[in-house]
Nanobody
Framework: QVQLVESGGGLVHPGGSLRLSCVAS????????MAWFRQAPGKEREFVAG????????LYADSVKGRFTISRDNAKNTLYLQMNSLKFDDTAVYYC?????????????????WGQGTQVTVSS
């Protein structure tokens, strides 16, 4: 059984940083697409960043490009999201997901297992 457990969320001021972690079990993350999505109150879930089987297959939403960095530690089977220069609009529940394929995409339907989410709140 595949399980994803996120951590690292919290309350941060605008301009601050957080690092989210997603520990996977039951699936080797280096062999599958992994991604971060987020959902703000009253909005649909949206793609944030994705990391495919190939290190050349890394995707970012335009809204986070240059501020967020997705990475993975294969030895720890853990996915990360380093978030810098956080803005009010980054406030959301952040979800880790693993895809049934090797190619990272922006489509939530291409991911078959999801974590429970971790809250990120950007507030002054």
């Amino acid at each position: 059984q595949v399980q994803l457990v996120e951590s690292g969320g919290g309350l941060v001021h605008p301009g601050g940083s957080l690092r989210l972690s997603c520990v996977a079990s039951g699936r080797t993350i280096s062999s599958y697409a992994m991604a971060w999505f987020r959902q703000a109150p009253g909005k649909e879930r949206e793609f944030v960043a994705g990391f495919g089987w190939s290190r050349g297959n890394i995707l970012y939403a335009d809204s986070v490009k240059g501020r967020f960095t997705i990475s993975r530690d294969n030895a720890k089977n853990t996915l990360y999201l380093q978030m810098n220069s956080l803005k009010f609009d980054d406030t959301a529940v952040y979800y880790c997901a693993t895809g049934w394929g090797r190619i990272a995409t922006t489509r939530s339907g291409d991911y078959d297992y999801w974590g429970q989410g971790t809250q990120v709140t950007v507030s002054s």
